[in-house]
C-alpha cells in the first residue's frame, strides 16, 4: 500500500441547526436544487446531507430537547451550528490542537454521520466557532 497523497484541509460540510427538516428541506432541495445525500443520524440528531459542490450542507434536527442541538435550538434558534474541515491526518491535528493549547470537546476520535472519523474543538478556544474536524 503506497501512502495518499495529502490533499489539504478544506471545508468539508456546514451543519445547520433547523427546528423541522420538514420545513426547511423544500428551500434547499426544491428552490436552490441541492441533490440529497445519504447520511446517517449522529448525537441525536436526524441528519439529512444536500450536496453544494464538494461541501455538503447538513440539516440537523433534534431528535431529543437535550441533544447537542435540541440545546443549541432552544439556546440561540435555527442556524449555522457548526463548520467542519477534512484533514489529511486527523489524529496529527489533533495533537497540533493540544499543543496550541485549544480545548478539545472529543479528545480522541469517534465515527461521524459519513462514517469517517471526528472530533470537535470548543468555540471558546475557536474565537466563538464550532469547528468539527475530520478524516478525508
Known sequence: MTPSTPRGTRVSHIGIA???????????RDVLGLGEVDLDDADGARIV???AGEPLVE??????????????????????????FSVDDLDATLDRCRRAGIQLIDDQPRI?????RIAF????????????????
Open 112 to 116: 461521524g454521520a459519513e462514517g469517517k
Open 49 to 51: 446531507g444536500l450536496s
Open 59 to 84: 440539516l440537523l434536527e433534534a431528535g431529543d430537547p437535550d441533544s447537542p442541538i435540541g440545546r443549541f435550538v432552544a439556546r440561540r434558534g435555527a442556524g449555522i451550528h457548526h463548520i467542519c
Open 18 to 28: 433547523v427546528e423541522a427538516i420538514a420545513k426547511t428541506l423544500p428551500l434547499f
Open 121 to 136: 474543538l470548543h468555540p471558546r478556544s475557536t474565537g466563538g466557532v464550532l469547528i468539527e474536524l475530520s478524516d478525508h
